[in-house]
């Protein structure tokens, strides 16, 4: 099977996976981190890493034609629940309502020994 993938030039890949895979109206993008994109050299607190994280985000959308606004669905991880509020207090000012789905737990551990990964899914325009 031939994959259309995007690519952004700005992000590192800690792993062998692409940044986004076209799957006809709906693009899937793999988790990004604050530590992913080549300027990151430490972690910073939740919120810094949030938004470096939606930085990184939007670099990929960008590649795939779409903005945050296409995002249906977003999967977030973090290493504390003790990290929730805050990183929903700039999560918030990425998104405007209706909100996309979103599911958010925490792990173990997480790629690079970042803090938060989020993944999201986009729907392309009609």
């Not at 939740?46 to 999967?75: C, P, R, S, W, Y």
């Not at 977030?76 to 509020?85: G, N, P, R, V």
């Not at 909100?99 to 325009?125: N, S």
Request: charged share 20%; net charge negative; hydrophobic share 40%.
């Amino acid at each position: 099977m031939s994959r259309k993938i995007y690519t952004a030039d700005t992000l590192n890949v800690s792993g062998p996976y692409s940044h986004a895979v076209d799957g006809g109206d709906y693009v899937f993008f793999s988790g990004q981190t604050a530590l992913n994109a080549h300027a990151i050299k430490e972690k910073g607190t939740i919120a810094e890493q949030t938004h470096a994280t939606f930085e990184n985000l939007q670099d990929v959308l960008k590649e795939a034609g779409l903005t945050l606004e296409h995002v249906v669905k977003v999967n977030a991880y973090l290493t504390s629940m003790d990290h929730f509020e805050e990183m929903n207090e700039v999560y918030k000012t990425y998104f405007n309502a209706p909100y996309p789905a979103r599911t958010c737990v925490a792990v173990y551990q997480l790629p690079l020994g970042a803090d938060l990964e989020i993944e999201v899914i986009a729907k392309r325009p009609s």
